[in-house]
Structures are given as structure tokens and as C-alpha cells.
């Protein structure tokens, strides 16, 4: 009757790990198509199936926190590195999601690059998070938040650069609007797997 209390610390990494899983293919899915500049039906609903089945994830690592006494740690951290790595994903399918409602009909190579780099952000994620599991490998774990960081940075230097190269370079006030909305979102992203990086960090410091 007490096993309802018994920690479920495997079931936790491994729903993490399936979560993290789920924003590398999302990552990948969305550098390959932005690489050969394919945006249609059926790449949007590969997207989509892949928000969806991020959704559930999320909804299983909450349901489970909901039910479990004894957690790995902290209540807090859990909601927090499993809301962040679902908004990784939310993100570039919301990038996708704008690029057809603005009827984006060619991918430019700034879009292709920054790609490039977020995918080896979430990449890193992944890692982080899976590292997670066994404490005997935090240098590995703090390893990849500190590119995770450093990718960032680089995402910030895009971000800008191709700011600039769109105002200087473009008239139309349309296409301005439409792609300095899409490279904001894709900074975003990395934005986003750096908050991941902190949680990860902030729980390796609390285990310590």
C-alpha cells in the first residue's frame, strides 16, 4: 500500500530523455526543411505530429509529478525543465507555423544558418538532460550548458546582423516585417535552450 510513495526516479529521467528526444527532432525537422528550402502540407503536419506527441509528454512528466510523493528533486525544478523543454518545441513549430501563414515561398540563407545553430543547441540540450540521470557525469553536463550559452551569444550576433542586412538592404516594408519577426522567433529558441541550461545547472547545484 506504501508504494505509491516510493520514489519513480527512472520513470522521471526517462520521460525527461523522451522530452528532450522529442525537441531533437523537432530541431532536425526544421534544419532539414529550411535547408532545402521546403516548406509544404506535408512537412507542416510532420511538425505538427511532432508538437503533439511533445505535448503529451509534458503532460505525462506533470501528471506523474502530480501523483508522486518522492521526486529526484525538487517539485519546482521538474515543472520548470519540463516547461522550458516544451517550449523549445512550441517555438519552431511557431516558426514554421508563421512562415505559412506569412506565405514564406523562399527560405533565405540567414534562416538556413540559424538552423544550423539551433539545432546544435538543442543537441546540447539534449545531452544536458541526460546527464541528469547519473551525477557521476556533471562535467559532461556542465560542459553543454556552457555551449548551450555560448550559442546564445552567437544566436544574439545573427539575430542583429541579419537585422541590420534587412533594413539596410530591403524596401519592401512587408518583407521586413515578416522575416524581422522570424529571425526574432528563432533567437528565441536559443533563448529559450539557454533558460533550459539553467535549470539543468541550478539542479546540479542543489544535488551537489
Not at 144 to 165: K, P, S, Y
Not at 176 to 200: N, R, S
Request: charged share 30%; hydrophobic share 45%.
Amino acid at each position: 500500500m506504501f508504494s505509491i510513495f516510493l520514489p519513480k526516479e527512472r520513470n522521471f529521467f526517462d520521460l525527461f530523455e523522451k522530452q528532450a528526444a522529442c525537441a531533437v527532432e523537432a530541431s532536425d525537422c526544421f534544419k532539414e526543411l529550411v535547408s532545402k528550402n521546403r516548406l509544404d502540407d506535408a512537412s507542416l503536419k510532420k511538425m505538427e505530429d511532432i508538437e503533439h506527441k511533445a505535448d503529451n509528454v509534458a503532460h505525462d512528466i506533470f501528471e506523474q509529478l502530480n501523483k508522486t510523493f518522492i521526486t529526484p528533486f525538487d517539485r519546482e525544478d521538474i515543472h520548470s525543465l519540463t516547461k522550458e523543454l516544451d517550449d523549445v518545441v512550441d517555438m519552431i513549430y511557431t516558426i514554421l507555423n508563421r512562415m505559412r501563414v506569412y506565405r514564406i515561398e523562399h527560405i533565405d540563407k540567414n534562416l538556413v544558418e540559424f538552423s544550423a545553430v539551433i539545432d546544435e543547441s538543442v543537441h546540447a540540450v539534449a545531452l544536458a538532460v541526460k546527464g541528469l540521470r547519473n551525477m557521476k557525469h556533471t562535467k559532461s553536463v556542465f560542459e553543454a550548458c556552457v555551449e548551450i550559452n555560448r550559442l546564445e551569444n552567437v544566436g544574439d550576433e545573427m539575430r542583429d546582423r541579419f537585422l541590420g542586412q534587412l533594413f539596410e538592404n530591403v524596401k519592401d516594408p512587408i518583407f521586413v516585417i515578416k522575416w524581422k519577426e522570424i529571425y526574432q522567433d528563432a533567437e528565441t529558441i536559443l533563448d529559450i535552450c539557454e533558460d533550459v541550461a539553467h535549470v539543468v545547472q541550478s539542479i546540479l547545484v542543489k544535488q551537489a
